[in-house]
């Protein structure tokens, strides 16, 4: 077996251990949590009659190990069970959110990750002057700024004050592509701006490491200008490090975006996931964990596959 | 409301007196000008109805709802399930903005001369959304539903007193175990929407004999309706050709969908800035004074709140002006430490209104004997918006006095479940309720689930029994304002402010009145009010 093979193998296996873990773990969270299920439905208007009709109802009688082998018995078979609270198929509402978070991340990254790399290039380019001062500036200055700001102050600019672009970010399937578009406008800028600092940093600082090197030294003596040089020579060679930021901001615009979901009320995943811990549905907590802990893992996965390729090193270990 | 202010307000909407005017009078009776402009705007506005409009999309934007919701009314707690609610469904009958009972599925409701048995009327030849006829079979389950053994409905403990339920021909009948003057009011519980079938098959399915259908409903993001051709009361409701209710669950969310005309209207409108954004020229702030308070609870039987020196001592270091003017910002009233106010039916108004006092607090204190070890006060900013503020603001007032408060902060995730009802000194809230009886039966009764004082005196539950079968207003109300007193003297509840429900509506919106049941016209605006510009 080819090495770089055995090594993606040995990754996905290793994935599937981490997932299984992380399934115990949210699993022992959400049971160490106070209160239950039926007592968060229920509320203040919990009598200790009704609190009783409905946690049988619920089979939250059973011991915990149980419930978690009866659902773990369900995933494997493909069915993520009934929400606890509403009695909905998790599937089908998980589906519809996971697909909005994923559109929202998709256009989010699409303008964010060239950008990022682009003004990283360019901050390389002019080190140490204006524009690459400039451009750490603003980027750095975002990033610093909670995100909830941000879009409170596009919202109040943008969508109150001129009106270009709702300020309740909420698609649904009735709507064509442009008009989601630009009900998403904001939230997108919102993470673009979030997000670009750290991949913008990184590629400039990777590059820049790679641009002491004597081989750079060479190609500057060829008389290559200095953007060729960057994009040839130090490019390839800063790949991984930049990949592994990349995927690190992709992983968040999937999974940590809840902030931007609840101050945009945009329907996706991540305020499905808070409804459900705060009223304790451990099946849906559950199978929003496994999804979160599936992208992060595939998407660190990637990272490590792009920069083996990447590094003859790592290719051809001996 | 005094007598004095009602007849005001009739003036102001007959136009013999300015809203100036009104607010500099009513600011003589001791009424803060928030107050005054609340009520003025509940009377003027219903003055000033103009015709009904109909066509077009209302859209709400509502706090209060989670992708955890159903449609299943015994399940329904919070304000965007109950917006949803009175889209598709109805009650046997409803309590109008002036407190009094609106015929809704029952025609009419009769009591025997005991207030023991009570006759609804069923009202004939109103089709549930799926076609068929209303009967009063379907009223008898759907109450079954919620009253029987497997029940998980909020309204399990409202059902409790009755002994038998019938259906007699067009009439549905109730007997209760002991006389109940106010069994109507209970009747209109957003619970008890009337379901096919009671609702026993499928909880869940929508289908009611409201004026709109359910078309669109995913929980936690909006909830789209569409208005039925064959709706029975098409001259009083449902004038907007669909309705959507949108979940926006953050405050500031809310206010910008607004003020850009993404809704037509939006509830629980901070008052940190509601004046703020009342100046917004596309629409109003409108609030309304109602039965909703913000307490501060001890139960009675632990030490050291088991002394009512101490209690006394507590109330009087309370400042109830500054936290309505800090905390509720002017939306709101102080309160008299007994959980009514003149929002109710039979409210006595001579009931003298406690002060903030150091020196007798001091007083007191020094009777109580208490030996200076800190006195623990569990707060959470999910008790109720600005409780760890309040709690602050009760600290001080408190250390003036000498009395050693203590703030603990309790995570707001499972404050209900781990602190409320459990600790025996905590911040909470009270919605109200639409009687005295209900409100003190709920909360006050020694049998009560919710006793969260712990308040167990025999001959208070006597009188909520007396008053309870006592058909004479007057002597009720005697009845009433004794308990409110013993309760005001003794109990362990420290009742500081009464807040208002403060919404914003968009000036395109028609019809909206100010209802002191509850917010978002006691969540019925959707189906009440019209687009002025359809």
Not at chain 1, 32 to 44: E, K, M, R, T, Y
Not at chain 2, 269 to 276: E, R, T
Request: glycine residues 8%; hydrophobic residues 45%.
């Amino acid at each position: 077996m080819h090495p770089v093979l055995k090594l993606i193998t040995q990754r996905m296996a290793l994935g599937v251990v981490l997932l299984f873990a992380a399934s115990i773990l949210i699993f022992v969270g959400t049971t160490i949590l106070p209160g239950d299920v039926a007592q968060s439905i229920l509320g203040q208007s919990a009598t200790p009659q009704s609190l009783a009709n409905l946690r049988a109802e619920l089979g939250l009688n059973d011991p915990p190990v149980a419930r978690y082998f009866a659902w773990l018995g369900g995933v494997l078979q493909g069915d993520l069970g009934t929400a606890l609270t509403n009695g909905r198929d998790i599937a089908e509402s998980l589906g519809g959110r996971f697909a909005n978070t994923m559109f929202l991340a998709f256009w989010a990254a699409l303008i964010s990750v060239p950008l990022a790399i682009l003004l990283g290039l360019i901050a390389v380019r002019y080190r140490d002057r204006w524009p690459d001062k400039v451009i750490s500036g603003i980027t750095l200055t975002s990033i610093s700024i909670p995100e909830f700001l941000i879009g409170y102050v596009l919202m109040f600019f943008v969508a109150v004050k001129l009106g270009w672009a709702p300020s309740v970010a909420m698609i649904n399937d009735t709507m064509s592509l442009g008009q989601k578009l630009n009900a998403i406008a904001l939230p997108v800028a919102v993470l673009t701006l979030v997000v670009l600092a750290h991949m913008m940093r990184m590629t400039r600082a990777a590059i820049l490491n790679v641009m002491q090197s004597a081989y750079i030294e060479t190609a500057e003596l060829k008389g290559l200008s200095t953007f060729e040089v960057i994009r040839k020579h130090a490019f390839p060679n800063a790949i991984a490090p930049i990949v592994n930021v990349v995927m690190l901001n992709l992983a968040y615009l999937v999974v940590g975006v809840v902030v931007i979901e609840v101050v945009f009320t945009y329907p996706g995943m991540g305020q499905y996931l808070v409804d459900h811990v705060s009223k304790r549905d451990v099946p849906v907590v559950q199978a929003c964990g496994l999804i979160f802990a599936a992208v992060y893992i595939v998407l660190n996965m990637i990272a490590d596959i792009v920069s083996i390729l990447a590094n003859p090193r790592l290719r051809h270990p001996k | 409301m005094n007598e004095q202010l009602q007849h005001m307000t009739r003036e102001v909407a007959k136009g013999r007196m300015t809203r100036r005017e009104f607010v500099g009078r009513a600011a003589a009776l001791g009424v803060t000008a928030v107050a005054a402009n609340a009520m003025l705007a509940g009377h003027a506005q219903a003055a000033a109805h103009e015709a009904p409009k109909r066509g077009g999309t209302i859209k709400i934007g509502s706090s209060g709802g989670e992708s955890t919701n159903t449609q299943d009314p015994a399940l329904t707690a919070s304000e965007v399930p109950l917006n949803n609610l009175y889209a598709w469904g109805e009650t046997l009958l409803d309590v109008d903005p002036e407190g009094k009972i609106e015929p809704r599925m029952a025609e009419s409701v009769e009591a025997s001369a005991d207030a023991k048995q009570w006759v609804f009327k069923i009202r004939k030849g109103i089709p549930f959304s799926n076609g068929k006829d209303m009967t009063p079979e379907d009223v008898l389950k759907t109450m079954q539903r919620h009253s029987n053994e497997e029940s998980k409905s909020g309204a399990l403990g409202i059902m409790k007193g009755i002994a038998d339920m019938k259906v007699d021909g067009d009439n549905f009948i109730v007997d209760l175990e002991s006389p109940n003057a106010d069994l109507p009011y209970l009747m209109a519980d957003y619970h008890l929407i009337i379901q096919p079938d009671g609702g026993m098959d499928n909880p869940g399915a929508a289908i009611g004999t409201g004026p709109y259908t359910l078309e669109i409903d995913e929980p936690g993001v909006r909830h789209a309706f569409k208005r039925r051709d064959d709706f029975w009361d098409s001259e009083n409701r449902g004038f907007a050709d669909e309705v959507e209710i949108l979940v926006l669950n953050d405050a500031t969310a809310r206010t910008a969908a607004l003020q850009s005309g993404q809704v037509h209207a939006i509830n629980r409108v901070d008052p940190k800035v509601a004046s703020l954004l009342d100046r917004a020229p596309n629409l109003s702030v409108q609030s309304s004074s109602g039965r909703g308070h913000y307490v501060f609870i001890a139960h009675i039987d632990t030490a050291p709140f088991d002394n009512n020196e101490l209690r006394l001592a507590l109330k009087y270091a309370i400042n109830r002006e500054e936290m309505v003017d800090k905390i509720l910002r002017g939306y709101g009233s102080i309160g008299n430490d007994f959980p009514i106010n003149a929002s109710y039916p039979l409210f006595d108004d001579t009931i003298p209104q406690r002060e903030h006092s150091i020196e007798k607090a001091k007083e007191h204190y020094a009777a109580s004997g208490h030996d200076g070890s800190p006195i623990i006060l569990r707060v959470s900013d999910g008790a109720f918006p600005g409780a760890v503020d309040a709690a602050s603001l009760f600290q001080q007032s408190a250390q003036a006095a000498g009395i050693p408060l203590e703030i603990k902060r309790e995570p707001n995730d499972g404050y209900w479940s781990e602190v409320w009802n459990v600790q025996p000194f905590c911040a909470s809230y009270w919605g109200g309720r639409p009687v005295q009886d209900q409100m003190y039966t709920t909360a006050y009764l020694s049998t009560a689930d919710w006793n969260d004082t712990r308040w167990k005196r025999p001959e208070f539950d006597k009188m909520l029994n007396e008053a309870k079968s006592e058909l004479d207003d007057a002597k009720r109300k005697e009845i009433y304002s004794q308990m409110g007193q013993m309760l005001r003297n003794e109990g362990g509840l420290i009742l500081p402010m009464f807040n208002d429900f403060v919404n914003g509506v968009s000036n395109d919106l028609g019809g909206w009145i100010n209802d002191p049941n509850g917010e978002m016209m006691s969540n019925q605006a959707a189906i009440k009010c019209w687009l002025k510009s359809a």
